[in-house]
């Protein structure tokens, strides 16, 4: 496959150490290595609430299955979605997530997004798992298909879903109660999904992905969903 050009674009805010370093995102508290960690200003919600001191797009490596994750914040609603890359060769590579109503996968909400690694796209903000050197102020473009071969490579497919469902508080919410976004039937009390919400959530993805990658029933890879954070019960409309 041919190489893209990349774009040149100016290094974002970088609100925690990238490369290595480990943050809090597992539900009981423990560490996550990182590849790097982005705070977006103009997509950071403004109002106060659990966000607050979270960060705007987290990349990391899931070490049970080796696929890469993202938890990026989206600029509609400044909610957070969860995203895992699969590479080449794998059973979905290049599948839109709107034929896969017969696979049967668990993730909050449902898959909702499927595309290519978005390397033209600001780091920032891109759908595509990079590392950044600070050292050289340089970026690595990173996909799964790096540590498979050796080489840089454009073809990781990425799967995704959302946390603006039915029963999620999202940011602009708290600003706009009366927008178009109602609780469902029987849900009166909305929760935020934390970075550790999402975190759980594409662990839980990147397992079923894998095991289907290895013709495994990923019904039973899924470990179940991921707990509400108790703290963002206390957030809400």
């Not at 994750?69 to 509609?76: D, K, N, T």
């Not at 609603?77 to 599948?95: E, S």
């Not at 498979?148 to 999202?170: I, K, M, N, P, T």
Request: net charge negative; aromatic share 8%; proline share 8%.
């Amino acid at each position: 496959m041919p190489k893209k050009k990349h774009n040149s674009v100016s290094l974002p805010a970088i609100v925690k150490p990238p490369a290595g370093a480990r943050l809090p995102l597992r539900e009981d508290g423990g560490l996550v290595k990182v590849d790097a960690v982005y705070r977006v200003a103009d997509v950071h919600p403004t109002a106060d609430g659990p966000w607050s001191g979270e960060a705007d797009k987290i990349a990391w490596t899931d070490e049970a299955s080796g696929y890469a994750c993202i938890i990026r914040r989206s600029p509609l609603y400044q909610h957070l979605c969860g995203y895992v890359a699969v590479p080449p060769g794998h059973p979905l590579f290049g599948r839109e997530y709107g034929t896969m109503l017969g696979i049967m996968i668990g993730v909050h909400g449902g898959i909702d997004y499927s595309h290519v690694c978005e390397r033209d796209a600001p780091e920032d903000r891109s759908i595509c798992h990079v590392a950044v050197d600070l050292g050289s102020r340089q970026e690595v473009r990173r996909t799964v298909a790096d540590d498979r071969d050796g080489h840089d490579d454009d073809d990781a497919w990425w799967f995704g879903f959302s946390c603006d469902q039915r029963d999620d508080l999202v940011p602009l919410d708290t600003r706009h109660p009366r927008s178009d976004k109602t609780p469902a039937f029987g849900v009166d009390d909305p929760t935020y999904k934390t970075e550790a919400f999402v975190y759980g959530e594409c662990v839980r993805l990147a397992a079923q992905l894998k095991a289907i990658g290895e013709d495994r029933d990923p019904r039973a890879a899924d470990p179940g969903p991921t707990l509400i954070p108790v703290s963002s019960l206390e957030y809400r409309r």
